[in-house]
C-alpha cells in the first residue's frame, strides 16, 4: 500500500504542483523518499488521501507553511488526529471568483432572484451582490468596474475577459440556498482554517480573497443543507420565497459526481420550476446547445439552462462571452 502512496505523492512532485505551488511538491517530493510518512498516509481510505487533502488538513490542524523537514515532524506528532480528519473531509473548492463569468448569466435573469448552489460549501459562491467585480483585458487595463450599492466591497474578483463584454449588472438577490454532503460554517474557526487551507501555498491572492468572501458570509450566513443533492433539492427549492426567480447553480461540482447519479440529478434540477447555470468541462454533460467540441473548446463551459453563454476558466480567471453562437436565453 504505501507503494501506491509513493507513486502518487511522486508523480505531484513532478507533474501537478510545480507550476501552483513550490511548497507542496517539496512536501509531496519528502514523502515519497520517506517511508515512515507514506506508513502514516497508507492509513487513510484511498479515495482521502490526495496530498491536497492530506496537505490542508494538516494546515488545519496547526502546521505553518515550512519545509518538509518540520512539515515532517508535525505529521508524526499527530498522525491519529491527520488520519481520523482526513478520512471524514473531502476537497471543497469554494472559490467566489467563479462568479465573475457567470455575473453577465446571471444578469440575463429577470429578478429579484433566489440562489440555491448543489455543492455550495461555505456557501461563498452565494453573495454575487456583495462582492466587486473589475473585469480587464490581456494588459490588465480594466474594461468594467462594478459596485455593490453600498461601494466597493471587500472582496474584489478581478476576471480577465476576452472579446466583447456582454450586459452587465450586479443582481438583486432575496434568498440563498444551498446544499452540500459537508456544508461549511464561516463563523466556525476551523472550517474558515479548512477553506484557508484548501488554498495552495503560492496562489497569490486568492485566499485573502476566500477570508474576506468568509467575512462577508458570516454576517448574513445563507441556509445550508446537509445532504445527497439528488434527494433534498426539491424540497430545498421550494422553500424559496414566492415573488423571486429560483435559479439552481451547480458551479464546478458535477465533475465529481459519479454519471448516473449526475444525470439524475441534472434531470431533476431540469424538472423544477427554476433557471439553472452551472460552470463544467465541455465533454461532462451532452445538454449544450449548441453543441461544443470538447476538443477545441478554451476552458469549461458556462451555460443558462444548458444553453451555452460562454466559455471560462475553471476558476474564473478569465471568460470569454460566447452567447452569439446560439440564439438569446431569457
Known amino acids: 500500500m504505501t ?47 490526495q496530498p491536497p487533502l492530506v496537505f490542508a488538513v494538516s494546515r488545519m490542524l496547526g502546521v505553518g507553511l515550512v519545509d518538509y523537514a518540520r512539515w515532517r515532524s508535525f505529521v508524526h506528532a499527530h498522525a491519529d488526529e491527520l488520519v481520523e480528519e482526513c478520512t471524514s473531509r473531502r476537497l471543497q473548492t469554494n472559490e467566489p471568483l467563479r462568479l465573475a463569468p457567470l455575473l453577465a448569466v446571471l444578469a440575463e435573469i429577470e429578478g429579484p432572484l433566489a440562489l440555491l448552489e448543489v455543492g455550495a460549501s461555505a456557501g461563498l459562491c452565494l453573495f454575487p451582490d456583495r462582492y466587486s467585480y473589475r473585469f480587464t483585458d490581456a494588459s490588465g487595463a480594466v474594461r468594467a468596474s462594478l459596485d455593490p450599492e453600498g461601494g466597493e466591497s471587500t472582496v474584489v474578483l478581478e476576471s480577465r475577459v476576452e472579446g466583447d463584454l456582454p450586459p452587465l449588472r450586479i443582481p438583486r438577490v432575496v434568498w440563498r440556498a444551498g446544499i452540500d454532503l459537508a ?60 415573488g423571486a426567480t429560483l435559479v439552481i447553480t451547480t458551479p464546478g461540482v458535477l465533475v465529481h459526481i459519479p454519471r448516473a447519479a449526475r444525470e439524475a440529478l441534472v434531470d431533476r434540477i431540469r424538472s423544477l420550476p427554476a433557471r439553472w447555470v452551472t460552470i463544467d468541462p465541455p465533454a461532462l454533460l451532452d445538454v449544450w446547445q449548441p453543441p461544443v467540441d470538447a476538443g477545441t473548446w478554451p476552458g469549461f463551459v458556462v451555460a443558462l439552462d444548458g444553453r451555452v453563454r460562454a466559455a471560462a476558466d475553471p476558476l474564473g480567471r478569465w471568460w470569454e462571452w460566447r452567447a452569439e453562437d446560439g440564439a438569446p436565453s431569457t
Open 183 to 242: 456544508p461549511l460554517d464561516a463563523r466556525d474557526e476551523r472550517d474558515r482554517r479548512w477553506l484557508q487551507g484548501l488554498v495552495w501555498p503560492g496562489e497569490e491572492g486568492r485566499e485573502q480573497r476566500v477570508l474576506a468572501a468568509l467575512d462577508i458570509a458570516a454576517l448574513d450566513p445563507p441556509l445550508l443543507v446537509e445532504g445527497d443533492a439528488l434527494d433534498r433539492i426539491a424540497a430545498l427549492a421550494a422553500e424559496a420565497p414566492a
Open 3 to 49: 507503494d501506491a502512496v509513493q507513486q502518487r505523492y511522486a508523480r505531484f512532485a513532478e507533474e501537478e504542483a510545480p507550476e501552483r505551488s513550490a511548497l507542496y511538491a517539496e512536501w509531496a517530493a519528502g514523502v515519497a523518499a520517506d517511508a515512515e510518512i507514506r506508513a502514516v498516509l497508507a492509513r487513510i481510505p484511498e479515495q482521502r488521501r
